[in-house]
């Protein structure tokens, strides 16, 4: 059976450095900007009221854009900030602000799985246009035709089982052909409970001090792409 490859971003794909140190700043920098603009689109609009909603029907939209500052210095992961964050990211991928740091070996490493024929999926906390946007204005170009699917928090959150069984069954494919890659511990025992195969990338670059069996908790660990057998 053909293994499909399922993949996190930050700290996996990509250093988490890029998400922390430019795009989370850029998100938060822009936001004002953003909603003072285009806050009365009804996509915009939808992510907002519902985060005046969940705070006691906020009124005023600098108190929503408040709200959603202090949500970004505290990397909360909600499905609305995300939303927003995309399309401040879309704004800037446009213009050529920025481009996503992919890790050589990850780029390699995607292409490689992608010519012998093994189906690759995305699965981030980032919202799946923010991940095309990623994937789509990389530093190594163009890396969207590499994918056939892409997952985030909608399909549930990262650390519950029943995510990774929710996404095997929208792949149509068994779990146990789907392999996960996380730099995240807990995310990688909530796929293993749900019966997927998983790898801890344990990057030197993004984690300094190597995580040690006890701490990798069984999960089989390599510090690149290049380490990895679908």
């Not at 907002?48 to 210095?73: N, S």
């Not at 990389?138 to 089982?161: I, N």
């Not at 990057?203 to 999960?219: I, K, T, V």
């Amino acid at each position: 059976m053909t293994t499909t490859i399922l993949t996190d971003i930050e700290g996996t794909a990509g250093s988490i450095s890029f998400v922390r140190e430019v795009l989370f700043p850029y998100a938060r920098r822009e936001l004002p900007r953003f909603v003072r603009e285009r806050g009365q689109e009804p996509e915009v609009r939808r992510w907002l009221d519902q985060v005046a909603t969940e705070h006691g029907a906020m009124c005023e939209d600098a108190m929503i854009v408040e709200t959603l500052q202090g949500w970004i210095d505290e990397d909360r992961k909600h499905t609305a900030l995300k939303a927003l964050q995309g399309m401040i990211w879309a704004d800037g991928y446009g213009r050529a602000d920025f481009t996503a740091h992919v890790y050589p070996d990850a780029v390699e490493g995607l292409r490689r799985w992608h010519a012998a024929g093994h189906p690759l999926a995305v699965y981030s906390s980032g919202s799946v246009p923010a991940q095309k946007m990623f994937f789509g204005h990389s530093d190594a170009g163009d890396l969207l035709p590499l994918f056939e699917a892409f997952f985030d928090t909608q399909v549930g959150g990262k650390r519950e089982a029943a995510s990774y069984a929710r996404i095997a069954g929208e792949l149509g494919r068994e779990p146990g052909s789907i392999l996960f890659l996380s730099d995240v511990v807990a995310e990688l025992d909530a796929a293993r409970e749900a019966g997927l195969r998983t790898v801890l990338v344990d990057r030197l670059e993004d984690y300094p001090q190597p995580r040690g069996d006890e701490e990798s908790n069984g999960h089989p660990r390599v510090e690149s792409f290049d380490a990895i057998t679908p």
